[in-house]
């Protein structure tokens, strides 16, 4: 196993992760099999109980790992399936070596951080790379395992994982452990010198610990110039050629091609000792995905009803699968961020409105109405993405009954589907108060309940979470599913969850007569999958409990979403006819 290490220093939200999912992306088009581990070096366990506001989305993973965005963009780039264990962070590392201190394991010795919790970060990372990946036929043991650590040099709470890290290059020899370093090149002055001593000081303190990096990426607003290369090679101790630029390009997908050039593989193929299986890399579909990206000049406009919508890194993944379906139905994406709670009607007699922010008066809060409703009017396509808690709740339902009653193409990502079936029993079969027992547990008409088996005490690990199959029904209602025909005919389907909730399945029946469709299923029958109104009643109003984000894919398109994106774009018809 040959690893790749990965740092960051001077500031965090380089594009450290985009960096590393970028050299593994010029990894596997030169043959090799790649995997990947996060190391966050916070005292969570996992991602699942913290806020999307403050960190972002909680990518869930197939085995129900909830875990760091990153882990996303690698599983997105490398085209391989990653695990819960592909995450550390020191609350897991901490929590393993405590719970072996309590059952008495290391035999009356005092534990320590040294070696006890470096050994076990050791041990740790070299067990999962040897797990095997990919995603499409058969599983295989990678060649490379790329490691992140989170954070930036120098952070107390990175210390630990850097001694371990430094342990780790005699573990495993010379020739299989590559330090490389992310660095932000500022430019600054009138004339634009970029300036290096960021730089020179973070591997400085690298290299004080021990750990001597062989590669520098230089992120930059503007193409690292040979003298400033030069002048990096001089003080931290890499080749010239080995300084890379990381300067800003038009979209993230350019990032392989850039490497590339820079001829990075190579580099990697001689410090590693690996004989590259193709040599120049085979990029060239990647290639023209990045390229067509910034070619379209037809626009889709979609817009996302969403909560934290000022903070994108929420809906990281659901942005992606809206991306890679509109390459593949070749438009520009014109995403509209509308915040579900400003579809409210403002009213300053009803109590159940949150009560005004600072310097928020009531006339601001209908211009922002106005706003929102504009914008969900004029899009193409809309989707109500997942999402937890009251707030928002019924704006998204307003949002769900427009699109139904305006026949505007509509996704509903789990929250968005659960609001799709509370909005058909309040408005199409008359239930009074139809709700979700999340929002409101003594309503009058329960169409989503809470799971019988879920805990409700602890809140950590405990949803519905990861891959589960989806039966899915060719025919409903007397009519062909479009969601079969988007998953290309296949009656069943693998995708990942993370919910609590559920559609009752005690109101199903009057539901479903009622002609929403519940096309797909669990395997028990008794766990409503899929929802959709047939296509002679609207042209796309699907809704799926599942995450179908998770596994969108930049060359292979999510079925749900790339069907919005049809639908929107008006292709859905010659699709479907096919
Ligand atoms: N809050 C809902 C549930 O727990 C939806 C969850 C989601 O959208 N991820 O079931």
Known sequence: ??????????????????????????????????????????????????????HGEVFTLHDGGEADLDLGN??????????????????????????????????????????????????????VAHEPVQE???????????????????DIESMVFLEALRQFQFRVG???????????????GSVGEQKTKPTQHGVKELRSLGLSPKVIFC??????????CAKISSFCHVPAD??????????????PLLLMEQNLHNMIAT???????????????WRKFAVSIDQFTVTCKIALIGKYSTFQDSYLSVIKALKHASVAVERDLDLMWVEASDLIVPDENDPTQPPLEEGETWEHRKAKHKEAWDMLKSADGVIVPGGFGVRGVEGKIAAAEYCRKEKKPYLGVCLGFQVMVMEYARNVLGMSGANSTEFDENCENPVVVFMPEIDKDNLGGTMRLGARDTLITPHANGELSTSFHLYGKKEVVSERHRHRYEVNPE?????????????????????????????????????????????SRPLKASPPFHGLLMAAAGQLNEFLEK
Not at 272 to 285: G, R, T
């Open 1 to 54: 196993m040959k690893y790749i290490v990965v740092s960051g220093g001077v500031v965090s939200g380089l594009g450290k992760g985009i960096t590393i999912s970028s050299i593994g992306r010029l990894l596997l088009s030169s043959g090799l099999t790649v995997t990947s581990i996060k190391i966050d070096p916070y005292l969570n366990v996992d991602a699942g109980t913290m806020s999307p506001f403050e």
């Open 74 to 127: 690698y599983e997105r780039f490398l085209g391989v399936r990653l695990g819960k264990d592909n995450n550390i962070t020191t609350g897991k590392v901490y929590r393993k070596v405590i719970a072996r201190e309590r059952r008495g394991d290391y035999l009356g010795k005092t534990v320590q951080v040294v070696p006890h919790i470096t050994n076990e970060i050791q041990e740790w990372i070299e067990r």
């Open 136 to 154: 499409e036929g058969e599983s295989k043991v990678a060649d490379v395992c790329l490691i992140e650590l989170g954070g930036t040099v120098g």
């Open 174 to 188: 010379d020739e299989n452990f590559m330090l490389m370093f992310v660095s932000l090149v500022p430019v600054l």
């Open 219 to 228: 992120r930059c607003s503007t193409p690292v110039e040979p003298s400033t």
């Open 242 to 255: 080995h300084c890379i630029s990381v300067h800003d390009v038009d979209n993230i997908y350019h990032v």
């Open 271 to 285: 410090a590693l000792k690996i004989d590259l299986p193709i040599n120049p890399p085979n990029i060239a579909d």
């Open 507 to 551: 109101k199903i029946d009057e539901i479903s007569k009622a002609g929403l469709s519940f096309v797909g299923k669990d395997e028990t029958s008794t766990r409503m999958e899929i929802a959709e109104l047939p296509r002679s009643v609207h042209p796309f109003y699907v809704g799926c409990q599942y995450h179908p984000e998770f596994q």
